[in-house]
């Protein structure tokens, strides 16, 4: 039996194989292992799919299509069962799912010289919070999605407890770690007792001490920075003539996350936006809302919203380019204004630490080993300084540790 280690994320994806008396990553892209979680459905060449980067530069150069892009987050929403519309026909968001999973399942056959039958899915400690029977609906249907993909069997790890695993390769001593594996959609949190001895235990369910998550993730950032820095830009805030009201905020809070753009472009939406940028205080505003819609330009946005995100990784100031939308136009950001728009997703990624120590009932841990892009936000390490100042903060790779650690449990799983 063949098996497979398959992190399916928010933004990026990778999966592992099994090969001979080792793990390797698959290339999946141009000899990379990690792909943009994203498809592109060219119109104009009977809605053929593209994959990864090939789909997002189809978007970019300006090809007529529809982008698709941060689909593992609907899978706990009600979303799940929409439809988004290509050019001559409709599709539903779950297949575009298994249309993404039986790409990357193709590469990795590939890579491994022939079908591959099981997989070790990764997923997050929380698809949702505070409701153990729709996240359990959530895990079934991403298990039948991988089904649908061509997998006769499929079982699952927490994401943060896949990434334990390849952390604990690199160990040269027993330690007690909390993984914090902060995603494009979700935060999770693993207390994991890991060490050299302990690798060669055949049952590690007693060193798993604590698991926490949170819907929080770096989908979020972009939104809460988009919020405050773009969305003013094209009418967010401004008023109604006669009504003293402000602009409605949906269609902007739309606009602004990842998974909801796509629904921005329906013909009731833009008639919606044509009436109120007819009763806008500020109509240069809403004529660049319009334009937006009309020439469906929201994942242009997004995309650079996404880059200003990782510029304030390392500097202070940036400047969101918006001159695709109106000549000329900016929209300034700096890591301050960042930082306060991301502040409530801060304090719940707090109080999720805080959960998880209190589950395993320690007061520190030895080490921090982050991972997921949205951990090297700086705000996102510093709350996990503030609350343990004596751990040592460690970092394997920040896009690669899951995939890498399900690919392990693969192999151990199935041979």
Known sequence: MRAAGFDFGTSNSAIGIVKGNGIILAPVENGAAMIPSAVFFDFADGDKPLYGRN??????????????????????????????????????????????????????????????????????????????????????????????????????VYEPVA????????????????VADIGGGTSDFSIVRIGPDRRRSADRKSDILANTGVRVGGTDFDRNLSMQTVMPEIGLGTELIDKQLPMPRSIFADLAWWPTINLCYTPKIVREAQEVHRLAVEPQKTARLLTVLTKHLGHRIAFGVEQAKIDLTDGERTAIALAFVEAGLEAPATREKFDNAIAAELMRLRLAVWNCLALADLQTVDTVFMTGGSSLVPAVEAVLRDELPGAQIKRGDDFLSVALGLTLEAQARYG
């Open 55 to 156: 789909a997002v530069d189809a978007y970019v150069n300006g090809n007529d299509g529809r982008l698709m892009r941060g689909l593992k987050t609907i899978l706990s929403t009600s979303l799940i069962d929409e439809r988004t519309a290509l050019s001559k026909r409709s599709i539903k968001l779950t297949d575009v799912i298994a249309m993404f999973s039986r790409h990357l399942k193709a590469k990795a056959e590939e890579a491994a010289g022939g079908p591959l039958d099981a997989v070790v899915h990764g997923r997050p400690v929380r698809f949702v919070e505070g409701d153990d029977v729709a996240d359990a609906r959530a895990e079934t249907r991403l298990a039948e999605l991988a089904r649908q993909a061509g997998y006769n069997e499929v079982s699952f």
């Open 163 to 178: 990434a334990a695993a390849q952390y604990e390769l690199t160990a040269s001593r027993e330690e007690t770690i909390l």
